[in-house]
């Protein structure tokens, strides 16, 4: 609606040569009938309420528009489809590495003639690409899912989208293409190796979120303000998480070890981020400075060497990123093998699969399907093997 009130539409205007009402919609003109006349001034109402309507086009003819143009004005869909906090979320950098691919194989091609074998020819390109299985199958839905738009805005016939569907995903071990190792806890020993490495607020947001099971992005973004301290187990309600677009709450509870961690990062106003990567900075620099061996009077004083105007500065707060970064760097610097966040969040749920089972787990990742869960909580093989041995 909000397009078809900012359009302005072109003028009913006279074609002096011809004596006929005209008016230009898309670079194109559409003759209309005797200028002044009461069926083309009818028949001008009705062409711009369809080209205000279709948000300044007019309907094409299926047979002519290609899929260049079908990738165009779905990605000019998806930047204002897929946003979250004004910003595009990471969903369309995805959609931008699958488009290049079609548009390099068909997109001088009509879209009309894009079928199946069409489709299996830009998986196979993904493969060839040394993409894994699972992250083609979820681009190649991703395509199905860009015709299935351009059927609903009528650019292409209901046929292409639906013959499109029949193309099923890869199968484990019936293809060529790579699979990826599953994403596994990582060990208390690695963590406590890397803390030893990090900063003291970055290595207070991994203890933390190995407490809790909470997402690396919930960590970073948490704030004073969000986290209910009314009673034993603390809520913490997010701004924003991965769900908020199925109309889901968010919460995290965080118990009495928890709690202890992040108390200290609670005095401050309560907008501001519990984790500041300036704080993380001052507080290295103030443990050099109190490790210093050179004298006072000798060498550099504090703060003397620092860049007026240096090309970096510390953010207000960390994100996903940065501290996935942080957390690489120091684990190399342990002499450890690098991991990312994520992987606390599978220790957390292994660890609650064994105690409280597999719904327990559910509820503490947020998770609305058990089968999600399954692929966080490792099965207790200690489990089964002592089952083995009483019953076998």
């Given at each position: 609606m909000s397009n078809a009130v900012s359009l302005r539409p072109p003028k009913y205007r006279r074609h002096k040569a011809k004596g006929l009402a005209v008016v230009t919609l898309n670079g194109r003109d559409h003759y209309l009938g005797k200028h002044g006349s009461a069926a083309s001034r009818e028949a001008y109402r009705r062409l711009i309420a369809q080209w205000l309507l279709a948000g300044g086009k007019l309907a094409v003819d299926h047979s002519q528009i290609s899929v260049a143009e079908v990738l165009v004005d779905y990605l000019r869909f998806a930047n204002g489809y897929y946003v979250k906090n004004g910003k595009p979320t990471n969903e369309v950098q995805t959609l931008k590495r699958v488009m290049a691919i079609i548009k390099e194989l068909y997109g001088r091609e009509l879209a009309v003639n894009f079928g199946p074998l069409a489709l299996k020819a830009v998986r196979q390109r993904m493969i060839e690409r040394g993409w894994c299985r699972n992250q083609v199958n979820k681009q190649t839905d991703r395509v199905k899912r860009i015709f299935k738009w351009a059927v609903s805005e009528e650019l292409i016939p209901g046929g292409?989208?639906?013959?499109?569907?029949?193309?099923?995903?890869l199968r484990k071990g019936r293809t060529a293409a790579i699979e990826r190792a599953p994403v596994l806890p990582v060990d208390d020993a690695t963590v406590s190796a890397?803390?030893?490495?990090?900063?003291?607020?970055?290595?207070?947001?991994v203890l933390l979120q190995r407490l809790c099971g909470a997402r690396p992005g919930e960590i970073c973004a948490m704030r004073p303000r969000d986290i209910n301290r009314a009673g034993e187990v603390w809520e913490y309600i997010p701004q924003s998480h991965k769900a908020e677009h199925h109309d889901r709450v968010r919460i995290i509870f965080i118990g009495p070890r928890g709690r202890k961690i992040l108390l200290p990062y609670l005095a401050r106003p309560s907008g501001s981020y519990c984790f500041s990567p300036m704080e993380a900075v001052q507080r290295t620099r103030a443990c050099r400075a109190a490790t210093r061996k050179t004298p006072l009077s000798c060498g550099n004083r504090a703060g003397t060497n620092r860049r007026y105007k240096p090309k970096r500065v510390p953010r207000e707060k960390y994100d996903v990123v940065t501290y996935g970064r942080a957390i690489r760097r120091a684990a190399v610097a342990a002499g450890v093998r690098a991991w990312s966040p994520q992987r606390l969040r599978h220790s957390f749920a292994t660890d609650v699969r064994k105690t409280h089972g597999l719904e327990g787990v559910q509820v503490c990742l947020g998770h609305s399907r058990a089968d999600v869960t399954q692929t966080y909580a490792q099965r207790d093989f200690a489990l089964a093997a002592r089952v083995a041995a009483d019953v076998g």
């Open positions: 292409v989208y639906e013959s499109l569907r029949t193309v099923t995903g890397t803390i030893e490495k990090l900063s003291s607020v970055v290595g207070d947001m």
